[in-house]
């Protein structure tokens, strides 16, 4: 496995993924007395490249440490952030990589990436539960956290009409903070 | 009629409670006879919302106590990644003190997780004496802890920025003092855990995870290292002052030759683990530069920071149990967090369960899970549904326990007959 640094990774992804490579940045920061780099690569894509860029990564390195989906509802878009970190076992060589996708919130649809990477089931379940996010494709449709007779069609990280603001107690004396209409 | 279609397929929900373990969580097991077939694994009976809380009620300085409770045992490393991805956040280094007395704090506690593990497993499978004896030895390094924050448990030593209480030199002898007395009892610890035949009986070859399956189901820590996955981040993308210490992650090759992959080998990197800690906190306090703790004295200026900045960070640290990540997205003119979102080790480790159980009796159950160190458990109450008859059993934790510690007994005295 040959390790590139963060330029040459982004470059690779532009060859790969041409246009729909949307954005990239590179942010560094130095560490404690001896200054060395803690780095992170931040990624854009759209969706049809989506699964194109998670092979690229499993191309950079066999088997790329998928950290955790982070999901953002942003108004009128859902952005997710697949959380990877490459080159793992060396010393002072890991990288995180975050690969940004935004998705229309009309059309909130990810294609499953646990055929590339089995592990990926528990955070894909839980972005589909929470975020209201379709996985398409995923092995295991149940819901992961909530539990079963939690209602559907509300969904707790989302800041619109489908969030859990219903939901909430509003304790005596205090006043109802959000309103739904 | 052939001796398969005989067998009858039981299925097995251990949990969600189980008093041995810290977190509920619900095994379904499928068993034929005594040996596990498939397993679900049925987690969120303690989902509390904490990322939810620290984006609508919570300011950012808040939620570092909030973090800190996202677990008992890993309070230290929580806040660690949080204010580590607050920070990038907001684009404000640590003062390098800081940076060392994070580390320290934060290896004190691996030592006393990794130890609380060890007597968890030792009374898992029947071995009490071992148990007691492992807890009385975590007690000095609790002492320890107290001695150094104040508190045994939730330290709240993290400010964003820096750390709330320095580490003086007046305490290094202290400390010292704790350090020798761990290396002075290491002998005996490796010699009861790695020699005892009782412990490698029930240990070797139990709850295998083989390093291609560890790598495909991401697993993390001391779980992904004993199956033979170089994988630590202190070694990896180091943090705070492991930076510049030259960190190796720990495989069990170092001391046992070819990696299995099983429980014994858990043991070892976890043991092994305890003593690096141990030379960690001491290159910490000689290399330890002086300086300030951080970066702004008053909570007012730093929430009034926080509000202004705009940007995302990503916290990265090693919890005792593997890898703590934290992301953070700070909005211009917001109060509260726009984003958070935490990743527990065990979250992932979960995911190798299944592989670890399968093929395993269920006598191993409370040991082979008990393995991965798992921050939420199970086995208070299993049901035995007997697929044929739908005929419904109880088998209680203790009954569970009792099975474990028979399958002990009975091996010590096949080997003694």
Redesign the interface.
Known sequence: MEILSPEAIVESFKGVLGDSLVDSRI?E??????K?L???IWISVKREAFRRAVEHICELQ??P????I???DLGDRVEL?Y?F?L??????????L?LRVSLAKNDLKIPTITDI???????ERETQEMMGVEVVGIPNNR?????EDFPQGVY??RTDETG?QDMLRVLPGRQK?YDSG | MTVDETKTRYTIPVGPIHPALKEPIRLDLSVDGEEIVDVDVVVGQVHRGIEWLGMNRNNPIQNIYLAERVCGICNICHPFAYVMAVEQAMGITPPERAEYIRVIIAEMERIHSHLLWAGVAAHEIGFDSVFYLVWRVREEIMDLIEYVTGNRITKAMFQIGGVRRDITEEQFPRIRQSLDYYKSIFEQLRAVFLDDRTIRMRTRNVGILSTEDALKLLAVGPTGRASGVLKDVRQDQPYGAYADLDIKAITPDMLTGPVVGDVYDRIIVRLLEVKQSIEIIELCLEEMPSGPLLVEQKAAKLLNMLTKAEGEGIGRAEAPRGEVVHYVRLEAGRETLSNWKIRAPTYVNLMAIPTILKGGQIADVPIAFASIDPCMSCTNRAIVVDSKTKNTSLLSYRELHELSVEKTKRLEAELDS
């Open positions: 942010y920061r130095e560490v404690a007395v001896k060395n803690f780095r992170i066999e088997y440490h998928l950290a955790i982070s999901s953002a952030i959380h970190t080159y793992y076992g060396n010393h002072l060589q890991e990288l995180s975050g990477i089995p592990g990926a089931l528990f955070t819901r992961l956290f909530l539990p707790p990280w859990p903070k």
